[in-house]
C-alpha cells in the first residue's frame, strides 16, 4: 500500500470491496476453481504459463472459447475483453480472414523450413506499411529484440545496449537492468543469470537528453532499443521533441536506434514511427502481428541490412545462432498475410482509435466524478489510468504510481462485473469488433467499483 497512489480511497471500504468480491468470484466460477485443482499438480505454479497467476483471481479463471471483443469462461459467463491478450489480440479474437487463412494453410502444411508465395507479399507490404525495406521474422518480439541486438552489434562492431529505465522487452536478458539511486544495477527479479549485464547495458531516463547525450558520448553503444512510449512500467509519453532530438544524438554518436513496436502498433496502421514520423535504423513488431498465432517481424534499414549481412559473410562457417526452426513457417506467414492485407486495415484502425479516445474520455469523467487525483494516458487504441493527476515522465516516476494491490481489486471488481482488462496496470485496449455497448459496460463496470472504493 501507498499512501499518495490511495488518496480519496477508504481503508474500510478497501477491504470491505477485497472480501465481497473474492467471495463472489469463488462462488461464480465452480468449474474453473474445478480445472485449477486438476492443474495444480502437473504445471509449474499450477498453470502452462506463471504469467498466468498475475490475475486477480482467487485461482484461475479458465477460458471456453473467445470472438472478437469478448471472451466466454468455462462457468458460461461472457466477458468484455479490454486485454485482448496483452495486445496479442489487439485486433479480436478470431478475426474471420485470419482463421480462414489458418484453416486454408493447415490442410497444405504448416512447416518445411521454405518460403512460400505468402512470404513475398508480407516482405512487399512490410516494407510498404512500415517504411524499412529489409525483414527477418521471429516467433516472438523477444526473439526479434534479441535477433536485432545480434545483428547490431556485429553490424557495428560495438559491445554496448542503452536502454530506458523501466523498460520492458521480452524476455531479453540484456534490458533487466534499472536505475537505483543514480547507479545501474541487474534486476533482482531476474533468475538464474549469471553474467554481469552491466558490463554491457547503459541505463538512462526516458526523456533525460542529458543523459542520454552523455551515454553517447563515449562511442561504445551500438544502439538504443526502446518502445517509443513506454508502456510496461505504466504508459509513459515522450516530451514534444523528444524523439526529434534523441534521434540526432543518436545518429551523431554513431549508434543504432531500435524501436519496439510490439504494443505502439496500436497508434495505427503503420505503427508509432511511422504516424510521428519517426527514422529508426530497426524496428519490431511481436505479437498482434498474425492476428494471434505466434509470430513477430523485425526491419532494418537498407544501410544496417547491408552491414549486417556483410558481417555475416565475413564471419566463419557455421550457425550463427540467430533463428529457430519454426521461424517464418507457412502457418505464420499466412496469419501475417490475412492480418496485414484484411484486418488491420486504415478502417479498422479508425475504429479502433475512435473507440478508445471515448473509453479514455468516459474514464476521466469516471475518476473526476469520484473526485480521484488519477489521469487517464493514450497511445493510439490503447489507453491506461494512472494513480497520479498527471502522467509520469520517466520510469521513476511511472514506478512511483504503482500500486498492485489497489490493481488487484479493481481488476477483480471489473471481472465480476463481465469486464476484463490487463492484470498488471490498467491498460485498455479497443479492437475493431469493440462496439459502443462494449464502452459502456466498461464505463458502468468502472463507475460502480469506484463507487465501492470510496464509499465510507
Not at 542529458?210 to 562511442?219: D, I, N
Not at 505464420?332 to 473507440?355: E, I, Q
Not at 498527471?390 to 481489486?409: F, H, I, V, W, Y
Request: include cysteine.
Amino acid at each position: 500500500m501507498t499512501s499518495t497512489t490511495r488518496t480519496g480511497l477508504s481503508h474500510d471500504a478497501l477491504a470491505r470491496f477485497a472480501r465481497t468480491e473474492r467471495e463472489r468470484f469463488i462462488a461464480n466460477h465452480p468449474v474453473s476453481q474445478a480445472l485449477a485443482q486438476r492443474c495444480a499438480p502437473h504445471w509449474l505454479f499450477g498453470v502452462p504459463l506463471h504469467w498466468m497467476n498475475d490475475w486477480s483471481t482467487p485461482f484461475g479463471l479458465h477460458v471456453a472459447h473467445a470472438q472478437g471483443a469478448h471472451v466466454t469462461d468455462v462457468d458460461g459467463h461472457t466477458l468484455v475483453d479490454f486485454c485482448l491478450g496483452d495486445t496479442g489480440a489487439m485486433f479480436g479474437h478470431a478475426p474471420a480472414p485470419v482463421v480462414h487463412a489458418v484453416q486454408e494453410q493447415m490442410s497444405r502444411g504448416c512447416t518445411t523450413m521454405l518460403a512460400t508465395e505468402d512470404a513475398a507479399w508480407v516482405g512487399e507490404e512490410l516494407a510498404r506499411r512500415f517504411g524499412l525495406p529489409v525483414w527477418q521474422s521471429a516467433m516472438t518480439a523477444s526473439d526479434a529484440n534479441r535477433f536485432l541486438l545480434r545483428w547490431v552489434r556485429a553490424a557495428t562492431g560495438r559491445k554496448k545496449l542503452l536502454v530506458f529505465n523501466g523498460c520492458y522487452h521480452g524476455t531479453v536478458d540484456d534490458v533487466f537492468v534499472d536505475l537505483v539511486h543514480g547507479k545501474a544495477q541487474q534486476r533482482d527479479s531476474l533468475l538464474g543469470q549469471v553474467h554481469d549485464l552491466t558490463e554491457h547495458t547503459v541505463v538512462v531516463e526516458f526523456n533525460d537528453l542529458t543523459a542520454l547525450e552523455a551515454a553517447l558520448q563515449g562511442g561504445d553503444i551500438a544502439c538504443v532499443l526502446a518502445e517509443p512510449v513506454m508502456t510496461n512500467i505504466g504508459m509513459v509519453l515522450p516530451d514534444n521533441g523528444f524523439w526529434t532530438q534523441a534521434q540526432g544524438l543518436i545518429r551523431q554518436h554513431g549508434a543504432m536506434l531500435i524501436l519496439d513496436e510490439t504494443h505502439t502498433f496500436s497508434s495505427g496502421p503503420g505503427g508509432y514511427a511511422k504516424a510521428h514520423g519517426l527514422q529508426p535504423n530497426a524496428l519490431v513488431f511481436g505479437k498482434p502481428i498474425g492476428g494471434g498465432v505466434p509470430c513477430a517481424i523485425y526491419g532494418f534499414s537498407a544501410e544496417l541490412a547491408q552491414r549486417a549481412m556483410q558481417a555475416k559473410r565475413d564471419a566463419p562457417p557455421g550457425h550463427s545462432g540467430i533463428g529457430t526452426t519454426l521461424t517464418a513457417n507457412m502457418l505464420a506467414m499466412a496469419a501475417v498475410r490475412a492480418t496485414l492485407g484484411k484486418v488491420a486495415t486504415d478502417a479498422a484502425f479508425a475504429h479502433m482509435l475512435r473507440t478508445c479516445s471515448q473509453i479514455a474520455q468516459g474514464l476521466r469523467d469516471c475518476i473526476a466524478r469520484h473526485r480521484l487525483p488519477w489521469c487517464v494516458t493514450q497511445v493510439g487504441a490503447r489507453c491506461e489510468f494512472q494513480f497520479g493527476p498527471t502522467p509520469p515522465r520517466n520510469g521513476s516516476k511511472a514506478d512511483a504510481l504503482l500500486d498492485p494491490g489497489l490493481e488487484q481489486l479493481i481488476h477483480l471488481g471489473l471481472l465480476n462485473r463481465g469486464v476484463m482488462i490487463t492484470p498488471f496496470h490498467n491498460m485498455l485496449l479497443a479492437c475493431p469488433a469493440t462496439s459502443q455497448d462494449d464502452v459502456q459496460s466498461l464505463l458502468t463496470a468502472f463507475d460502480a467499483v469506484l463507487t465501492q472504493l470510496t464509499s465510507t
